[in-house]
Nanobody, 124 residues
Framework: VQLQASGGGLVQTGGSLKVSCAAS????????MGWFRQAPGREREFVAA????????TYGDSVKGRFTISRDNGKNTVYLQMNSLKPEDTAVYYC??????????????????WGQGTLVTVSS
């Protein structure tokens, strides 16, 4: 599967942004879909994941209550709605697809397919 992330940009602290990840094929019931991010000089960090059937989601501690992962099966697209953004949310955001079991959802090494990333910058 090929993944194309988009929707990044510049937003002020406290603002909102929604990034998208368009897949080249159906992801519903095939892949765990995840979002990761990497800030300059830092390791890649788990942000959110959604199970194959969309019935389960999980979030990294730093974004819980502020970010929401969702999917539109008809468009083969996964979204990450980001609210109450902070300067520390500034990073390149990557979407990825995982064919392994749900317990690996927060492990970037278990994701086989990656999008190219989209930059989100939160100004203070």
């Amino acid at each position: 599967v090929q993944l194309q992330a988009s929707g990044g940009g510049l937003v002020q602290t406290g603002g909102s942004l929604k990034v998208s990840c368009a897949a080249s094929e159906r992801t519903y019931n095939r892949y765990i879909m995840g979002w990761f991010r990497q800030a300059p000089g830092r390791e890649r960090e788990f942000v959110a994941a959604m199970s194959r059937n969309g019935g389960s989601t999980t979030y990294g501690d730093s974004v819980k209550g502020r970010f929401t992962i969702s999917r539109d099966n008809g468009k083969n697209t996964v979204y990450l709605q980001m609210n109450s953004l902070k300067p520390e949310d500034t990073a390149v955001y990557y979407c990825a697809a995982n064919t392994a079991v749900w317990s690996t959802r927060d492990q970037d090494g278990q994701y086989t397919y990656w999008g190219q990333g989209t930059l989100v910058t939160v100004s203070s």
